[in-house]
């Protein structure tokens, strides 16, 4: 049986070029992490959003606080968010998406789901254009998420890059097909304005 996939919603970054909180950015009456967890819940996915200790009590003001996983993991960057959310889900892959990906098309996940759902031989599933893959918008398997973990554990993790871990990890990846759907937001500037 395959194993169940998890939709999380990654907001736990500092957003220093954007100058405030990317998930809280308003988007018409809601935010954006509230947008792309919308987008995780319209594939039938349940849904949790990793945020930093300091963001908990703005984010359970949008989301109930059971939805809410706290980084916990002592690594920097967005493979905290990550593992904290696998140190809860252990049994459970994950499908991975930024806050400001609010772009994403549903087919681009869909057709990524179906990918993975056919095959049992990799680890992580992204997208990637020319060598670079994209790491959100991607699915990470307990399996492999166990061992980037044990790595984290024995500190023989060299570099903490999601990446990096896709590199040296069993990464099937597919070419994207829908550019838009992997816009980033890093400007003060406001697209849903």
Not at 14 to 28: A, I, V
């Amino acid at each position: 049986m395959k194993t169940p996939l998890l939709g999380v919603v990654l907001c736990g970054g500092e957003s220093k070029r954007m100058g405030r909180d990317k998930g809280l950015m308003p988007m018409g009456d809601s935010c954006w992490a509230k947008h792309v967890a919308e987008k995780l819940e319209a594939l039938q996915l349940p849904v949790v959003v990793s945020v930093s200790g300091a963001q908990f009590n703005n984010y359970s003001k949008i989301f109930a606080r059971e939805q809410l996983v706290v980084d916990a993991v002592p690594v920097a960057g967005p493979l905290n968010g990550l593992l904290s959310v696998h140190q809860q889900y252990q049994h459970w892959d994950l499908l991975l998406m930024a806050c400001d990906m609010i772009n994403m098309e549903f087919n681009t996940l869909f057709s990524l789901i179906r990918i993975y759902q056919a095959s049992t031989l990799a680890d992580f599933y992204v997208y990637h254009e020319e060598d670079f893959a994209e790491p959100f918008g991607g699915i990470y398997t307990g399996r492999g998420l166990r061992k980037v973990a044990r790595q984290v554990e024995e500190k023989t993790l060299k570099n903490y890059s999601l990446r990096s871990i896709l590199e040296q990890g069993r990464t099937r990846k597919v070419p994207i097909s829908s550019r838009i759907s992997f816009t980033n937001y890093n400007s003060g500037s406001n697209p849903a304005d």
